[in-house]
């Protein structure tokens, strides 16, 4: 392998601002906004057409040089963190819309749009992009990580909107995985082979998506419980009445005494959820009465709505700034978030679970989640000094995932394995393990793609993936 023999081949077809050695840039495309750590990536490549990614496949690939897709570095698992000398390929210059087809209700991108670069752009013909996993993400790197968040119980995840991608093969080789026909019955389905597969097969230079007529009314509400079970089972009951919820989140206690001490809200601090509606005015009216209903079943203390934007995105803005509240809370610490999924009818058990743990472990955290769809996640706040601290959180981590994992869950819901979460795959998967391992020795025979992540190599050990203290 010489890095240096890769990096003069790249001269003969990429310009010299598309090829950088500076240490700054190196550091900053070797993280992501985890605790994971690994190496200094060697040199960062910026692409700006699926032509020059294919070259620079390519030649990786004659000099066997190990690539890291990178997009914004937003993931929280570590995806685009190097665990060995490799070179990154950063696709922010790649980041047009290419094409809006209001009548199909697609789109068509380069994989450094980010998902209010689009809905900017979308706004013109009345159409939005669904998928809200909080961070401002590329859509490239949502797809690879098969991103969510908090739209999904309404809208499906980031794999029900991919109607096509185009993407390099480790080869060099361009493909299309799909077309833009609403269904086909023809050949495996690509599409969802490579969505969420972080890079490890390919890398996406396009995306063609479903889009949505932006709803005619909009309402949110907040409504406030005694327990956490009080809340999960008004959700079951209200996703089974057909009312249409948009989106549906669960903040605990603490999780509500953090965002009022950092954001400055009132929020009463008990178990909470934040809903969003999506329809016509008079239709949601009926709702809204049939739901005060269904959730007066469950003991719910109080119940509000808005419907104006300024105060929807204001409820939302607390919602998404949690991480924040608790980063900003807790100078000095570093955070680590938790990601679980599992059946509904499992939400109410794992959520109290969680709280009864970080009271065990004696950790500073707070438990938010989807709960339409039953993924949690717990934000911790780890003094990295601390090594009892930091053990007792990763036996937290591994605690929820087994937890899931035993209820038919999954140790991911939405963030995605990277080598974080590497350690559960066979766990997770079993026997099934095995043939991805084969699809990925077969279309990488040279494991050239992101190498480290999601699934570990026959025979390999499987990167640490816990946090290490200083």
Partial sequence: MSVSAFVESLHQFLEKDQISENETVREQH??????????????????????????????ASKYDIPVVPFGLGTSLEGHVVPVRECVTIDFSEMNAVLDVSPDDLLVTVQ????????????????????????????????????????????????????????????????????SKAAKSSAGLHLNGLFVGSEGILGCITELTLKVYGIPEYEMAGRATFPSVENAVQAVVSLLQSGIPIARVELLDEISLKQLNHHQKTSYPEIP???????????????DVEFMKEIVDMYNCDAIEFVSSQAERNRLWEARHNLAYSFIHGFPGRKMMVTDVCV??????????????????????????????????????MIDMEDQDEVSRANTFNESLV???????????????????????????????????????????????????????????????SVIKSK
Wanted: aromatic share 6%.
């Fill in 30 to 59: 070797s993280v992501d906004e985890s605790y994971h750590k690994g190496q200094l990536t060697q040199v960062v490549v910026f692409p700006r057409s699926t032509d020059d990614t294919s070259r620079i496949l390519a030649s």
């Fill in 272 to 286: 909470t959820l934040f809903m969003e509606f999506h329809g016509n005015e008079a239709g949601l009216a009926q």
């Fill in 111 to 178: 994989p450094g749009v980010t998902r209010s670069q689009l809905n900017r752009e979308l706004k013109k013909h009345g159409l939005f992009f669904s998928v809200d996993p909080g961070a401002d993400a590329t859509l490239g790197g949502m797809a690879a990580t098969n991103a969510s968040g908090t739209t999904s119980v309404r809208y499906g995840i980031m794999r029900d909107q991919v109607r096509d991608l185009e993407v390099v093969l480790a080869s060099g080789e361009v493909i299309h995985t799909g």
């Fill in 402 to 464: 087994t937890y899931g994992l035993a209820r038919n869950g999954t140790s991911t819901g939405e963030h995605g394995v990277g080598y974080g979460k590497q350690k559960y795959m066979e766990q997770e998967f079993g026997a099934a393990l095995g043939v991805m391992q084969q699809i990925k020795s077969a279309l990488d025979p040279k494991g050239i793609l992101n190498p480290g992540k999601l699934l570990p190599s026959k025979g390999e050990v499987v990167h640490e």
């Fill in 343 to 380: 059946p509904i009818s499992e939400l109410a058990g794992a959520v109290r679970y969680a709280q009864e743990k970080l009271k065990e472990f004696d950790l500073i955290g707070g438990v938010t989640g989807h709960v339409g769809d039953g993924n949690f996640h717990v934000i911790l």
